[in-house]
């Protein structure tokens, strides 16, 4: 995954492979606590013992819902601005790809948390559809570490660029 080359210090304490293997432990500490909610929450509600409310949790899905328009997209901004060198052609520092790709992988694990959360207060399903559409976004930006190891031209080439990952 990583070559030789990326061994070396990069400006700071962190190497490039230290950086992406703190990423990966990151990440999938991150994907197996929903994963286990989830499971528990399956378990609980596969009993058939839960209480009918009356409320089913519709302002938590839409307080869940409203978190995850408003701050995913703005952990996105933020993580473009930290990997602003890529954008420019330049490898990002680890310490810059660690702290973007955290922003964003938080934001998301918060608002499905809260989601999930929200299945446990209200009895039911609903409050935890926002948590679906937040892990099924979270899988998908595994650390690849790209931004890191390459050296890229600029966004506005589209024969050499690369979305950072």
């Given at each position: 995954m990583l070559n030789a080359a990326s061994q070396q210090k990069t400006g700071g304490s962190l190497s490039v492979a230290s950086a992406i293997r703190i990423a990966w432990v990151t990440w999938l500490?991150?994907?197996i606590i929903p994963f286990m909610v989830s499971l528990y929450l399956i378990w609980k509600f596969s009993s058939g013992e839960t209480a009918v409310r009356r409320d089913d949790g519709?302002?938590?899905?839409?307080?869940?819902?409203?978190?995850?328009?408003?701050?995913?997209?703005?952990?996105f901004?933020?993580?473009?601005?930290l990997f602003k060198a890529y954008y420019e052609g330049n490898?990002?520092?680890?310490?810059?790809?660690?702290?973007?790709?955290?922003?964003?992988?938080?934001?998301?694990?918060?608002?499905g948390l809260f989601s999930l959360a929200g299945c446990l207060i209200y009895d039911s399903l609903l409050p935890g559809v926002p948590a679906?559409?937040?892990?099924?976004?979270?899988?998908?930006?595994?650390?690849?570490?790209?931004?890191?190891?390459?050296?890229?031209g600029t966004s506005q080439d589209?024969?050499?660029y690369r979305s950072p990952r």
């Open positions: 500490t991150l994907l519709q302002v938590w899905f839409l307080i869940s819902f409203l978190y995850l328009l408003a701050v995913v997209p703005m952990s901004f933020w993580r473009a601005h490898p990002v520092q680890p310490p810059k790809y660690l702290f973007g790709m955290i922003s964003v992988w938080m934001a998301l694990e918060i608002g679906l559409v937040a892990f099924m976004f979270f899988v998908t930006f595994w650390p690849g570490g790209r931004a890191m190891t390459r050296k890229v589209p024969e050499v």
